[in-house]
């Protein structure tokens, strides 16, 4: 699965924006979807994540009521609407894809296999 994030930007301080992740090659089928960030000097997180069968979501407790993760599995795309962003939002994004696994490990970033390029975010106070 080849995977293709759009949709960074800059933004004010609680303003919005919609990340997108497409994927060009191959079936999303049985992939779970996640988006993964990394601030300046800081290592990659997680972020969120959906299941490929349920649509089940899970959320980081920094972006937990603010971010909604979902997916389109017809259009093999999974988004990231993100809202009230705050600056410390400010990083590169990576959507990401693995085969539906242990949910205990749906957070890892080791735990998934393909990899989007990023896209950045800028939030400005």
């Known amino acids: 699965v080849q995977l293709q994030a759009f949709g960074g930007g800059l933004v004010q301080a609680g303003g919005s924006l919609r990340l997108s992740c497409a994927a060009s090659?191959?079936?999303?089928?049985?992939?779970?979807g996640g988006w993964f960030r990394q601030g300046p000097g800081k290592e990659r997180e997680f972020v969120a994540a959906?299941?490929?069968?349920?649509?089940?979501?899970y959320y980081a407790d920094s972006v937990k009521g603010r971010f909604t993760i979902s997916r389109d599995n017809a259009k093999k795309t999974v988004y990231l609407e993100m809202n009230s962003l705050k600056p410390e939002d400010t990083a590169v994004y990576y959507c990401?894809?693995?085969?539906?696994?242990?949910?205990?490990?749906?957070?890892?970033?080791?735990?998934?296999?393909?990899w989007g390029q990023g896209t950045l975010v800028t939030v400005s106070s």
């Open positions: 090659e191959g079936t999303f089928r049985s992939y779970d």
């Open positions: 990401a894809a693995r085969r539906t696994g242990i949910l205990s490990t749906i957070r890892n970033v080791a735990a998934y296999t393909n």
């Open positions: 959906v299941r490929w069968n349920s649509g089940t979501t």
